[in-house]
């Protein structure tokens, strides 16, 4: 049997400023695994600051992967602390988690993992100093698992597809958030999340992503 496993990747921030003036944020803290390579990363930075178009109190990106007893697990995180985009919008806390876990008993009924985002959260987004309630999928909640083989491979919880509606702020931008995903259609084994998307185009033009991670896990031959 020949599996892909471990392929994960994490960054805890990126985006552009485009007015006004322009300026490339880049990818903070970019981590990477790949398939059948056990790890450990972890990266941080603290006090990251850009004028008074973004700031940061910490960020934080963590990859750990292994096998035990015949079980490969896969962990990402992302997250970024105490971040503020203008004057209007700031963020106590945007955390990313997919755990990706893979059962060999299981093979070869199942060539692919089972990937959780129980864990995933954004706490207290405020704009002009409002606090704005998120609906995230139970899925999202600590506690949730998709990994009962006894139950099945979803067990009744809401799967990648998810899109909460956007919030609209006028004279500022678009908030997207929570956007849970399948990379592909035709590739249920691999998924990405994005916890906060911002899409700006008043007095601050930019585009800012906080909290990604994507996991992957598939078997052979291709598409099982």
């Known amino acids: 049997m020949q599996k892909y496993l471990y392929k994960a990747n994490a960054i805890a921030l990126r985006g552009r400023i485009h007015k006004p003036y322009f300026q490339d944020l880049g990818e903070h803290l970019p981590a990477m695994t790949y398939a059948g390579s056990s790890c450990r990363l972890e ?26 007893d015949g079980t490969y697990t896969t962990m990402v995180t992302s997250q970024v602390f105490g971040l503020q985009v203008g004057t209007r919008l700031t963020v106590e806390e945007v955390t990313c988690r997919l755990q990706s876990v893979y059962d060999s ?47 099945g491979d979803a067990g009744g919880i809401e799967g990648p597809g998810f899109y909460p509606d956007p919030i609209y702020v006028p004279d500022f931008g678009t908030i997207y958030y929570a956007e849970w995903s399948w990379v592909h259609p035709g590739e249920h084994h691999q998924q990405q999340l994005t916890m906060l998307r911002l899409a700006l185009g008043s007095g601050l033009g930019a585009g800012v992503c906080a909290g990604i991670g994507g996991s992957d896990g598939a078997g052979w031959p291709p598409g099982n």
């Open 43 to 68: 990266f941080r930075s603290e006090g990251f600051k850009i004028g008074q178009e973004l700031q940061y109190d910490a960020a934080r990106t963590e990859i750990v992967a292994g096998e035990q």
């Open 105 to 151: 008993r299981d093979y070869p009924e199942r060539c692919y993992p089972r990937i959780s985002p129980a864990g995933s959260i954004i706490r207290n987004l405020r704009i002009d100093g409002q606090e704005h309630p998120l609906a995230f999928p139970r899925a999202f909640g600590a506690g949730q698992s998709v990994y009962d083989r006894a139950a």
